[in-house]
């Protein structure tokens, strides 16, 4: 059940679209698919990772957070139950379903920091898990570039560095 890897950064914007060019332009970031949240975000491309960029008009500090990827979501979700520590207010459901299946689960830690534990497909889940999960298509509509979003990006070709 460890993590197996640190899949994204999520930061706060002021204004999303000037902090967007900023990576663009300052280190070559790419704009990658992204799925409509119903609030402004991008996904960025960092080589096989990803930054994570949204603008929110309220107090946005308790929305930025960090991603791990799990290969057993379901352990990760009954400790996190029985620590009484999953987070079903800062994105309204602790367990969200992705347009193209992945699957973020929400909780915090002692500190009050969020985490969010990605998992590749719902499908995988147990059903009783599965029921639980929100599907974030249902609560917004998505087009078809935001149904191309993926949490787990493949591995750029190796380049020479310049």
């Not at 790419?30 to 799925?35: A, G, L, S």
């Not at 409509?36 to 990803?50: A, I, K, T």
Request: charged fraction near 25%.
């Amino acid at each position: 059940m460890p993590a197996q890897a640190l899949n994204h950064v999520s930061i706060v914007a002021k204004n999303l679209e000037e902090s967007v060019r900023f990576y663009e332009e300052v280190f070559g970031l790419i704009r990658i698919p992204t799925p409509n949240f119903g609030h402004p975000v991008q996904w960025l491309r960092v080589g096989d990772l990803q930054l994570h960029i949204f603008e929110r008009p309220e107090d946005a500090r308790r929305y930025a957070h960090f991603a791990l990827t799990v290969d057993d979501l379901t352990a990760v979700y009954e400790k996190a139950q029985e620590r009484g520590c999953l987070d079903s207010d800062t994105f309204s459901h602790f367990l969200v379903e992705l347009p193209n299946g992945n699957v973020q689960l929400y909780l915090r830690d002692p500190a009050g920091n969020l985490i969010e534990v990605d998992y590749p497909n719902v499908e995988l889940l147990p059903p009783e898990l599965r029921a639980q999960c929100v599907r974030l298509a249902d609560r917004h509509p998505q087009n078809d570039w935001n149904r191309q979003a993926t949490l787990f990006l493949e591995a750029l070709p190796a380049s020479s560095a310049g």
